[in-house]
Antibody, heavy 117, light 107 residues
């Protein structure tokens, strides 16, 4: 069974750093892309970027380029999304999803990130 | 960026109804369109890809059609579990973009 399990909810202060994770199982992790999608409260889905864990090829949305870093550790079948300096506007639900490469067939359960002073 | 616009933004219907949701792209995207269903507090679920192909396990009452700039998602006979928000997504070019969503509510 294909599963993507994301790390738990986070509460952070503005300016802090954060790295959330997405662990894949039940399939060949290095053979599919992993995408990250943001959903702010009550808003539409926003594509942030994707990574191919097989060779770490990464693409970013211009809206998120420079704001976040997407990475993967294929040895533990885990993808990451990280921020070096969070802002209040980063408060959102973040989903990882398996991409083929750009249609997301399996999704993680989501990680809620709250940034508040 | 390619803009995706769905209509209507919300829709009330009854169990057994046939409903159609429209998605329009700001420029031609061929058939590179997907549809997702999202229930409150849950992750999206993939329904359709390349405009009309059903993902494995998706009931046949869901049908996608269209190409170029205009696409539709039709649910032939609404079931209680179909009340959710539906999103279209283009993947013709980066950045991938989603529609604003159509909320399907029980009448």
């Amino acid at each position: 069974e294909v599963q993507l399990v994301q790390s738990g909810a986070e509460v952070k202060k503005p300016g802090e750093s954060l790295k959330i994770s997405c662990k894949g199982s039940g399939y060949s992790f290095t053979s599919y892309w992993i995408g990250w999608v943001r959903q702010m409260p009550g808003k539409r889905l926003e594509w942030m970027g994707i990574i191919y864990p097989g060779d770490s090829d990464t693409r970013y949305s211009p809206s998120f380029q420079g704001q976040v870093t997407i990475s993967a550790d294929k040895s533990i079948s885990t993808a990451y999304l990280q921020w070096s300096s969070l802002k209040a506007s980063d408060t959102a639900m973040y989903y990882c999803a398996r991409g083929q490469p750009d249609v997301f067939d399996f999704w993680g359960q989501g990680t809620l990130v709250t940034v508040s002073s | 960026d390619i803009q995706m616009t769905q209509s209507p933004s919300s829709l009330s219907a009854s169990v057994g109804d046939r409903v159609t949701i429209t998605c329009r792209a700001s420029q031609g995207i061929g058939s590179w369109l997907a549809w997702y269903q999202q229930k409150p507090g849950k992750a999206p679920k993939s329904l359709i890809y390349v405009a009309s192909s059903l993902q494995s396990g998706v009931p046949s009452r869901f049908r996608g059609s269209g190409s170029g700039t205009d696409f539709t998602l039709t649910i032939s006979s609404l079931q209680p579990e179909d009340f959710a928000t539906y999103y279209c997504q283009q993947y013709n070019s980066y950045p991938i973009t989603f529609g604003q969503g159509t909320r399907l509510e029980i009448k």
